[in-house]
């Protein structure tokens, strides 16, 4: 019986207390994988509960006859992925499953849990998902630790020593530990080392291989050769137990692995010593035990070997024959179906007559994998151990599945990798790197040098203008600098990004990134900061640039520039009329007008609405000027937008450098200033600076500052004017003018300040002062109209009607009372806007006159879609009428339409009788002018109206 158990404890010791832990914490009631099964027709015929599990999915929706759209969509409800994939992830598995062959896929799900999905077609016609935990990577076996740490330089955060081995028996690496567990010197332990100087340098440090040198050696060699990769137990410096376990890995090197076994020696050899102990506490025992006398009859199990082949006690009762044992757990469903019941039983005498220990992997049907060991008797009969290595099996798979993984993540980054050593020799690389640079796997491989590969690189044509030599030199040289970052610009245009960190145990990481587009982007970041999205011309920021350079170049070496500011005539209306999107046509359309005129090395720019500016370097002011008729005649003619002709045209300052200035500011000032002289002049014309213009700016200016409190103090009054009808000397009315009488500037025309009072918009509140006024003044007066004048800029602001009622119903005017005068510049801005204001005031009552008929465009639609009381003909006519036959034809023709529609015609101007015949001689109905009376005053109002009926009486 002694000896029995000390077999049994020899085989108990061999498992080790660590294993026998682990097998105690198994639960081998359920089944790690999930696992789900389809028919053809993608509905569900099995599924476990770890499947249900793994993603938190519901068993009365997730069930048999469930379609794999329905399971996807209940999964897509929990969150495991976006409800928007749904589709698409459907459509993308059921093609792969239909295609029939075999694939895998990863899944993460919200609890940071990742999922390993491997789909397998089914021969008769369905398919199946196994499901795996893929979340426990970081407690692979000391192969996967080796792998990952390589990578990641961790080496040292291992518990156990390490270090690596080449094809070549030479050190690739160890970790700190394996240095501190032998106290051995880094310097005579590092990468390049080979095995036979380590073992030399190992022993030289007392640590005890338990046999000779020459011994240890040579077994070490044999084990190598023979890729054995059994433990070998040795005695550190200090008297502790260390046990070395080798890995061998496929290109022909290997890792050793070193732990520190003194506590366990001791606690197994102490274990000696509890034989009666462990006869006890067999029933408590991880692994399976079963003894067997020499017929091959069970003496004692265990209940862990009865769970195992699902034997009950009675069906495993002492004396039962091994075959029988066999053939009842295959009834009850134990063993998997690849094995027969003689298949066994041979192989169990096999070991056993052949002393065979060593263990025997049995596949259940539970998917659990058993490792059976038989060990043979001295006095006759044998026992076996069952243990549970399932998750010792899948630990390996895992392993083997994580270097491909490691091997796929690596040749499928976005990224090219290149690992160098010290000498700059490749270490490993990835498929990225080589295709990246178009080079051949045969050159560029482990071993090779940087030099080598620059040289292949450069014979392929990747780097213009250099050689491998010269690229290597300089390679070397940056990185003696330490960590840093190149680009390589290759011929076919590409650009790719190296970035270089150092390794810890010495070389270099260097990633290469095809950033092409990336700095493509860049360039038309920095393109659109400095251009026009519009027009794509270069805007104010580049124009200021090209402007400096210019003018430094005139003050260098000498030569005139010349700077054209445009600015596009009613270019408001245009965006009123037909939208911003006819606008920006328009812009688009004078862009190119400018391209296909200026000079190959003038520069255009857009500087922001309708204003553009051309730099010409060229004789001046000829070329300027010339440019700037061109430019004139060209875009006054617009295409058509919208099927609509349009009205626009364009305005041009021009300054010169150096006769202007040589400062970028003060040639804009200027040429600022002579494009507002060139508005001035009527639009559609060209001006050069004069100096006088500076004076001209600041008188305006400060004109414009005396405009702003000129209301306010009072300034402002009017004077009337009386109109009379030509058939019988009636007065009819008095049109309001507005006089200015500034107190240090006297007097100031009309037509100096109405202007700048129009750019500025003070017009707006000056006119309700004007139409209130005037309003307020004429209802003491006889049944007579008042006419006031409106501004164009009136009608581009808000609530001139509720201005107009409000101004009526104030002075207590009856509506007939008043007459507006409105001019063509108004209804050219925005006719249609405009028209339609003009019919709320003729709903008021109001009078309407065309004023300054004749000197505009004349545009006969303004009649035909307004029915005005009143044209007005400008007095320009009425003073050249002995002049100028043309002035004569226009009066009488204006008379004449005024009479075809019925509508009033008043010649202003008249002065003499002369001019009183002519005009009445050709149609016109009314008059005003100084031959009736000059403007006065509101107080001498009375004194005209009495004035005027005398002589009509008289007449």
């Known amino acids: 019986m002694t000896s029995t158990r000390d077999n049994e404890l ?193 022993a030289s440090r007392g640590n005890l291989p338990g046999m000779s040198k020459d011994e240890f050696q040579a077994l070490r060699n044999d084990d190598v050769r023979t890729r054995n990769p059994r433990p070998i137990l040795v005695t550190r410096f200090d008297g502790r137990k260390v046990q070395a376990t080798s890995r061998f890995m496929p290109d022909g090197g290997w890792v050793t692995v070193h732990e520190d076994v003194t506590e366990r020696l001791q606690y197994e050899e102490a274990l000696k010593q509890q034989n009666i102990m462990l006869d006890a506490a067999l029933e408590n025992m991880a692994h399976g035990l079963a003894f067997y006398d020499s017929d091959m009859r069970l003496r004692v199990c265990n209940t862990t070997y009865r769970t195992i082949y699902h034997l009950s006690p009675e069906e495993a009762a002492p004396g039962t024959h091994i075959s029988k044992l066999i053939e009842r757990s295959m009834t009850n469903g134990a063993f998997a179906t690849e094995y027969s019941p003689a298949q066994i039983l041979e192989t169990a005498r096999a070991r056993i007559d052949g002393n065979d220990t060593s263990p025997i992997r049995r596949h259940m049907s539970n998917d659990t994998v058993v490792s059976v060991r038989y060990c043979a008797l001295a006095e006759g009969g044998f026992v076996a151990t069952y243990e549970d290595i399932t998750e010792r099996e899948r630990a390996v798979e895992e392993l083997s599945e994580q270097y491909r993984r490691f091997d796929a993540a690596l040749n499928n980054m976005s990224q090219g990798l290149c690992m160098l050593d010290s000498s700059l020799r490749v270490i490993v690389c990835n498929r990225r790197y080589i295709e990246m640079y178009g080079l051949s796997p045969d050159v560029v491989k482990p071993g090779v040098s940087m030099r080598e590969i620059m040289e292949h690189s450069c014979e392929l044509g990747n780097h213009p203008n250099t050689t491998g030599a010269r690229l290597y030199a300089d390679y070397v040289e940056r990185l003696r600098e330490g960590e840093h970052t190149l680009h390589r610009h290759l011929s076919d245009g590409r650009i790719i990004k190296l970035n270089h960190k150092r390794m810890e145990l010495g070389g270099w990481v260097v990633t290469y990134e095809d950033v092409t587009e990336r700095h493509k982007a860049q360039a038309r970041v920095a393109h659109m900061a400095r251009h026009d999205s519009l027009t794509d011309l270069p805007n104010r920021t580049q124009f200021r640039e090209k402007m400096s350079e210019g003018l430094n170049q005139v003050a260098i070496a000498g030569g005139e520039m010349a700077v054209l500011y445009f600015d596009l005539d009613n270019f408001k209306t245009v965006n009123d009329r037909l939208g911003h999107a006819a606008g920006d046509r328009l812009l688009r359309w004078v862009a190119a007008c400018l391209k296909e005129n200026v000079g190959e090395h003038d520069t255009i720019a857009r500087l922001g609405g309708d204003e553009f500016a051309v730099l010409q370097r060229a004789p001046q002011p000829q070329s300027a000027e010339m440019l700037a008729r061109r430019l004139v005649e060209i875009i006054g003619h617009p295409p058509p937008l919208e099927s609509q002709s349009i009205h626009v045209g364009v305005s041009v300052g021009i300054a010169i450098a150096p006769e202007h200035g040589l400062d970028a500011d003060e040639l804009m000032k200027c040429a600022d200033l002579a494009l507002y002289q060139a508005k001035a002049k009527g639009r559609g014309a060209y001006q050069l600076f004069e100096p006088e213009m500076e004076e001209e700016a600041r008188s305006r200016h400060a004109l414009e500052h005396d405009l702003r409190t000129a209301l306010e103090r009072r300034e402002f009054h009017l004077v009337f004017q009386p109109q009379v009808r030509l058939d019988s000397s009636e007065l009819t009315g008095f049109e309001a003018l507005l006089r200015w009488k500034h107190p240090s500037r006297g007097f100031v025309s009309p037509a100096e300040f109405i202007p700048i009072a129009e750019e500025n918009g003070l017009i707006v509140p000056i006119g309700e002062w004007v139409l209130r006024t005037a309003c307020a003044t004429a209802v003491s007066w006889p049944d007579v109209t008042v006419a006031v004048n409106l501004s164009p800029v009136q009608f581009r602001s808000r609530g001139l009607v509720a201005m107009v009622t409000s101004a009526l119903a104030e002075a207590g005017l009856p509506p007939r009372r008043l007459e507006l005068e409105v001019t063509e510049t108004a209804l050219l801005d925005d006719s249609e806007a405009t028209i339609e204001i003009l019919h709320q005031l003729r709903a008021l009552g109001v009078r309407v006159s065309l004023d300054d008929f004749g000197v505009g465009y004349s545009s006969l639609s303004y009649l035909r879609k307004f029915p005005f009381d009143r044209i007005k003909i400008d007095r320009s006519f009425v003073g050249t009428l002995g002049e100028s036959p043309e002035s004569v034809a226009i009066v009488h023709t204006i008379a004449s339409l005024g009479s075809v529609l019925g509508v009033e015609t008043t010649a202003e101007g008249v002065e003499t009788i002369e001019q009183l015949d002519f005009v009445r001689e050709c149609g016109c109905t009314a008059v005003q002018g100084y031959y009736f009376g000059k403007p006065c005053p509101a107080a001498e109002v009375g004194r005209t109206i009495e004035t005027l009926n005398a002589v009509r009486r008289v007449a």
């Open 10 to 202: 020899g085989a108990r010791r061999e498992q080790g207390p660590d294993a026998l832990l682990a097998l105690s914490q198994l639960a081998l009631d359920h089944m790690e994988q999930g696992v789900c099964v389809y028919d053809a027709d993608n509905r569900i015929v099995l599924v476990n509960q770890r499947y249900l599990t793994m993603f938190n999915m519901s068993a009365e929706i997730v069930r048999l006859g469930t379609s794999y759209r329905d399971v996807l969509a209940h999964s897509a409800s929990l969150g495991n992925f976006s409800v928007s994939e749904l589709d698409a992830l459907y459509a993308k598995r059921v093609k792969l499953i239909e295609a029939g062959k075999p694939f895998r896929t990863e899944q993460r799900l919200p609890n940071d849990l990742v999922l390993s999905l491997e789909m397998k077609p089914l021969p008769g016609g369905g398919w199946m998902t196994i499901c795996d935990d893929v979340t426990r990577r970081a407690r692979l076996e000391a192969e996967l630790q080796l792998q990952t740490e390589r990578s990641q330089h961790a080496l040292a955060h291992m518990s156990h020593g390490l270090i690596m081995y080449n094809a070549d028996s030479r050190v690739v690496v160890c970790n700190e530990r394996f240095l501190q567990f032998y106290d051995l010197d880094p310097e005579m332990v590092k990468p390049g080392v080979t095995h036979r100087d380590v073992v030399e340098h190992w």
